[in-house]
């Protein structure tokens, strides 16, 4: 049997860096003031119809949707229409309140979280963090899965540029605590829904004539939203596009006061960016700050990061007129971008203490040895397959086990041990009492 196209297996090998980066992750964010939150894998699927949008590809082809058949078969039986499944028969069952969808992304839920756990009755802002897997049914190629990993936060209640900058800075930070180097901070402005809508109706009118020249993707959103056309990776659609008109152009003055003030803060921190007009983001959700964190070494999907604000959300959602601003960084791709700049991660784990057993009369006691030393709080390990104590020896040392510790009759008698220092040769008599203090020194 194989994993199902463009999943992958985490080993434990590949879990040691997986790990470090959750945890300096996590670290991050505890000094920032974000707290953890976690959602289910899944939500109605109409959570991400309303937050993240019905003509994004995300939902009209990506999401992994299902519905439960002992409900449908019910639905059928009630409605007596047991050999007569119409469309419309289907269709009814599959509205909304019927389908759930695996979460494609991480902002939504927690949008959903927040309101129906009343957390924007709090004082605020809210300030959240979440480690979740996405899934999305894309062609996988590098750096693309069908299941993917987001470390990602959101901050509620805050209209501030402050909040922006911040949240920016957070993920510029992160990615330096864990010894990326090759980035780079892209920033744009879409706008809000005031000066959105003016901005669509110039695009619009721009691109209706170049429709012929759009390769079909384009066609089809360039009706739906004429704004998503400005990042399709397409070459001919983008010579055809060469002089489309730009929101960052067109922004009301609100907006583009917001903006200066968000470039200001990350000025005064040192932190790099560009402008780059042409970051529209691929979720329907964003208003005003938009951005990404790119990293080289990744190649076409090269975008570690994304994120940005949120005005419009919460409410959309049924909550009360709270904004957001957020990020979502994929991990998969930033253990890639590490890898191809060759960054260091922690050592492999390290027994502290290998304990050989002389033979199988000694087991027991080896056993409650074991026991009470990883009681200290040391890694120890022991023998499991009855190996000679040599064997017992030869596998000690292929495990790196810093010290080992030989358990006969003698040893048991007296309550004394010789400790060995694997690396130095070293060997120390001592009693249970000593062995932790001398493992630590
Ligand atoms: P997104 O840009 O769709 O934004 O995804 C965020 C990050 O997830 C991307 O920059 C990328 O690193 C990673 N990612 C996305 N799709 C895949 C994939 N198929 N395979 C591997 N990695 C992937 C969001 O999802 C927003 N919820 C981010 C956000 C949070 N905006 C505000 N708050």
């Known amino acids: 049997m194989k994993k199902p196209r463009g999943t992958q297996d985490l080993l434990p090998e590949m879990l040691i860096k997986w790990n470090y980066i959750e945890e300096s992750f996590k670290k991050i964010c505890k000094r920032y003031g974000f707290d953890e939150i976690r959602t289910p894998i899944f939500e109605h699927t109409s959570l991400f119809k309303r937050g993240v949008g019905e003509s994004t590809d995300v939902v009209s082809k990506e999401m992994y949707s299902v519905f439960n058949l002992r409900e449908y078969y019910q639905f059928i039986q009630n409605k007596h229409v047991e050999n007569n499944l119409s469309h419309d028969v289907i269709d009814k069952f599959l ?90 901070i892209r920033i744009n402005s879409v706008g809000c829904p005031k000066c959105r809508a003016k901005y669509n109706k110039m695009l619009l009118e721009y691109l209706e004539d170049k429709t012929d020249n759009m390769c079909d993707n384009c066609k089809n959103r360039v009706f739906k939203n004429p704004m998503r056309t400005l990042d399709c990776k397409n070459e001919q659609c983008q010579e055809n596009i060469i002089d489309a008109p730009l929101m960052i152009d067109n922004v009301c003055d609100d907006c583009i006061s917001h903006m200066e003030h968000v470039k200001a803060h990350l000025d005064i921190l040192d ?107 040391l890694k120890v390990e022991r023998d499991y397959l009855g190996k000679s104590v040599k064997a017992q020896m030869k596998y000690a040392n292929k495990i790196n086990a810093r010290f080992t510790l030989v358990v006969g009759e003698d040893e048991i008698a007296s309550g004394k041990y010789i400790v060995k220092n694997m690396e130095t040769g070293q060997q120390n008599h001592v009693l249970l009492d000593e062995i932790s203090e001398l493992i630590r020194r």
């Open 95 to 184: 509205a909304d309140k019927n389908r759930l969808t695996l979460k494609p992304e991480g902002t939504a839920p927690v949008v959903r979280a927040f309101v129906e756990n009343k957390l924007f009755a709090n004082v605020q802002p809210t300030k959240l963090y979440y480690n979740t897997p996405c899934l999305r049914h894309e062609r996988p190629q590098a750096g693309r899965y069908r299941q993917f990993h987001q470390l990602g936060i959101e901050m509620f209640g805050s209209d501030s540029p402050i909040s922006d900058a911040e949240i920016i800075t957070l993920a510029f930070e992160f990615l330096n605590d864990v010894g990326l180097k090759n980035i780079a």
């Open 271 to 377: 932190i790099s960016y560009m402008i780059d007009p042409k970051i529209v983001r691929g979720l329907d959700y964003y208003t005003r700050t938009a951005f990404e964190i790119v990293h080289k070494g990744l190649g076409a999907q090269n975008a570690i990061c994304g994120g940005g604000r949120y005005n419009g959300l919460v409410e959309q959602l049924g909550g009360p007129k709270i904004s957001g601003v957020g990020f979502g960084l994929g991990l998969e791709r930033l253990i890639i971008a590490l890898e191809s700049e060759k960054v260091e991660f922690p050592k492999e784990y390290k027994p502290d203490l290998y304990i050989v057993s002389v033979d199988e009369t000694c087991d027991k006691y080896v056993s409650k040895l074991v026991y009470n030393i990883r009681k200290m709080g």
